[in-house]
């Protein structure tokens, strides 16, 4: 089964600067990665899918790549906002099944 | 709003004991799966339901936990003679057809505490 990694340590930035945050996965492409955010609390809620044939995608100011080479999706928030501190998972297929896995998850943490 | 809900939001138990979570997928949701989440962890898949039927149990840790889904709608997760390993937050995620592609949309979980 597949082994998802996301940095454990919080990430901080400064508002207006870009957010990168990295999944890497150990084994075999899956057919989708998705990006959730978490915040404290609550439930992960679904921000982006990308699929096994598509290299990037955009919604707003968030970004996804998917590099099936190097075994990693980025994951970019532009323009960051102190909104935007939460912690963002990403979660793929796993095994023979298309349900997704999820990683840790990185906090993300955005100061004014 | 028309979310997914899931009751009670805490549960607190003696270890030994038998509880019931319970969740209330979006209507029209034909998919709807059970997670586990322990602090500083992602979700861990338990079991996925598609209708009535669970077609995906193979996360369940052992026999003392099991689902139900009779009506394809509202599930409960039951489990039998809590441990304090089984503390941790139960999140249920409801799809519209629980296809490849179908985004999760999840509850705001439940958290449990076996003492």
């Known amino acids: 089964s597949q082994k998802i990694e996301q940095n454990s340590e919080a990430l901080n930035i400064q508002e207006g600067k870009t957010a990168t945050l990295t999944c890497n996965y150990t084994?075999?492409?899956?057919?989708?990665l998705q990006w959730y955010r978490q915040d404290p609390g609550r439930g992960p809620v679904f921000l982006l899918l990308?699929?096994?044939?598509?290299k990037e995608k955009r919604k707003e100011r968030l970004k996804v790549t998917f590099d099936t080479t190097l075994k990693q999706s980025l994951f970019h928030i532009t323009a960051s906002q102190p909104a935007d501190s939460a912690t963002y998972l990403c979660?793929?297929?796993?095994?023979?099944?298309?349900?997704?896995?999820f990683g840790r998850g990185t906090s993300l943490i955005v100061h004014p | 709003g028309a979310g997914v809900s899931q009751t009670p939001s805490n549960k607190v138990t003696e270890k030994g004991k038998y509880v019931e979570l319970r969740c209330d997928p979006i209507?029209?949701?034909?998919?709807l799966y059970w997670y586990r989440q322990s602090l500083g962890q992602g979700p861990e898949f338990l079991i996925y339901f598609q209708g009535t039927g669970a077609a995906d149990d193979s996360g369940l840790p052992n026999d003392r936990f099991f689902a139900v889904r009779p009506e394809g709608s509202v599930s409960t997760l039951k489990i039998q003679r809590t441990e304090r390993g089984d503390s941790a937050v139960y999140l249920c995620?409801?799809?519209?057809?629980?296809?490849?592609?179908?985004?999760?949309?999840f509850g705001p979980g439940t958290r449990l505490t076996v003492l």
């Open positions: 995620a409801s799809s519209l057809r629980g296809q490849i592609y179908n985004e999760q949309f």
């Open positions: 979660a793929l297929p796993s095994g023979g099944s298309y349900i997704p896995t």
């Open positions: 209507s029209g949701h034909t998919a």
């Open positions: 084994n075999y492409s899956p057919a989708y």
């Open positions: 990308i699929r096994e044939n598509e």
